[in-house]
T-cell receptor
Framework: DGGITQSPKYLFRKEGQNVTLSCEQN?????MYWYRQDPGQGLRLIYY???????QKGDIAEGYSVSREKKESFPLTVTSAQKNPTAFYLCAISNFNGRSEAFFGQGTRLTVV | QKEVEQNSGPLSVPEGAIASLNCTYS??????FFWYRQYSGKSPELIMF????GDKEDGRFTAQLNKASQYVSLLIRDSQPSDSATYLCAVALRSNDYKLSFGAGTTVTVRA
């Protein structure tokens, strides 16, 4: 954290509902990422963006959408098409894709009710 | 074969001992290697990074990289109860356009 803000910390979604997770950064880093973490499975990449108005699918993009209208913001929408959304979602930033380390926000824990 | 694999845990060590964590990766051309520590319910925090073959020391932590063997390790010396956490190995894989790929993590418990 320290310049990366994710909100909310906890989120509950009803069946068939879309929800949006917020990720904001003030460190002027170019690249932003969304990861999903399930118990015992490490982190899996959902989407990433290296510049404004451009983003790429990761390994598990189905059922998710993103936008990058501002350098500081990279919101993630979990759509109703995502059948198993309960997980810990982590936003990360880095200064250069590959060479530089990634820094994480505090995470959002999403639960389907 | 998984792109980044870590030795299965959990790993339990007595206080003051050395904890040894191992990680292998699939792409020989990968260049950047990271170790993150994650406490239960929290987000990962970077504790070490290494780019060149050999050892890199930072306090009680030592990262070791062997690119020929596609192997990176983390040693925690004088383990403390506060070191109890899950440790994630991350590699910027050439085959993944140098985006970070993470191992599943190894959970370490330090017994007081």
């Amino acid at each position: 954290d320290g310049g990366i803000t994710q909100s909310p910390k906890y989120l509950f979604r009803k069946e068939g509902q879309n929800v949006t997770l917020s990720c904001e950064q003030n460190l002027n880093h170019d690249a932003m990422y969304w990861y999903r973490q399930d118990p015992g499975q490490g982190l899996r990449l959902i989407y990433y963006s290296q510049i404004v108005n451009d983003f790429q699918k990761g390994d598990i993009a189905e059922g998710y959408s993103v936008s990058r209208e501002k350098k500081e913001s990279f919101p993630l929408t979990v759509t109703s098409a995502q059948k198993n959304p309960t997980a810990f979602y982590l936003c990360a930033i880095s200064n250069f894709n590959g060479r530089s380390e990634a820094f994480f926000g505090q995470g959002t824990r999403l639960t389907v009710v | 074969q998984k792109e980044v694999e870590q030795n299965s845990g959990p790993l339990s060590v007595p206080e003051g001992a050395i904890a040894s964590l191992n990680c292998t990766y699939s792409d020989r051309g990968s260049q950047s290697f990271f170790w993150y520590r994650q406490y239960s319910g929290k987000s990962p925090e970077l504790i070490m990074f290494i780019y060149s073959n050999g050892d890199k020391e930072d306090g009680r932590f030592t990262a070791q990289l062997n690119k020929a063997s596609q192997y990176v390790s983390l040693l925690i010396r004088d383990s403390q109860p506060s070191d109890s956490a899950t440790y994630l190995c991350a590699v910027a894989l050439r085959s993944n356009d140098y985006k970070l790929s993470f191992g599943a993590g190894t959970t370490v418990t330090v017994r007081a």
